[in-house]
């Protein structure tokens, strides 16, 4: 499965998780806009591709688990998945299984070995698909500046509840699967699904 244009088996550039404190129905979300001109030129959200080595209950209520993840290098982070946290196509995770997980870089982390972050967007390999989380401005540019979308008849726009989204998607923290892209800088896709990201991160 290929993340973030060409996403190595380690942390990589993958804006995700908006911080939203409102929704306005399934039309749009209030927090999930964001200022026009964000001055950061890179990407807030990164992510980590690996296999899953160890799932485990982190409060006694069993609503908060914490995945093991080992990439490719070997090296071992640990994710904690909250009831907030957002699942592509609501997969179930298992030990064993390929998957990416992005987190906030900008969100405080503990000081600990192995390194323990928040998981916002949890996506198995399995897709067959690219998967890009970033923050797209007006013009539907990604904030890495890598990644620009063209908005078909046949894209799906969804909040992440599954409810359709009818107001633009530009502006918003976005989750993008798309299949191909242009060659182009930026590159150029038509997604096949966007799932904006009104609740994970308010």
């Not at 209030?30 to 690996?50: H, I």
């Not at 870089?105 to 989380?133: E, S």
């Not at 990604?142 to 008849?153: H, R, T, V």
């Amino acid at each position: 499965m290929y993340y973030n244009n060409k996403l190595q088996s380690k942390k990589i550039s993958a804006r995700q998780s908006p911080s939203m404190t409102g929704m306005t129905g399934t039309t749009g979300c209030s927090c999930g806009n964001v200022e026009e001109n964000t001055p950061s030129a890179t990407s807030r959200y990164l992510g980590v591709q690996g296999i899953v080595t160890n799932i485990s209950d982190l409060n006694d209520d069993g609503c908060t688990k914490l995945f093991e993840l080992r990439d490719q290098n070997g090296r071992i982070t640990n994710f904690v998945i909250t009831p907030s946290t957002y699942f592509i196509n609501q997969a179930n995770i298992a030990r064993g299984m390929s998957i990416t997980v992005f987190y906030d870089a900008d969100a405080p982390a503990v000081l600990i070995y192995p390194p323990r972050f928040q998981a916002v967007v949890v996506a198995p390999n399995t897709l067959n698909k690219n998967v890009k989380v970033d923050y797209f401005d007006s013009n539907l540019l990604s904030q890495d500046k890598a990644l620009q979308l063209n908005i078909g008849p046949d894209t799906e726009i969804l909040l992440e509840n599954g409810q359709t989204f009818t107001a633009s998607p530009a502006n918003h923290y976005l989750v993008v699967i798309y299949t191909t892209s242009t060659r182009s800088i930026p590159a150029q896709t038509t997604p096949e699904k966007i799932i904006v990201l009104c609740q994970s991160t308010c």
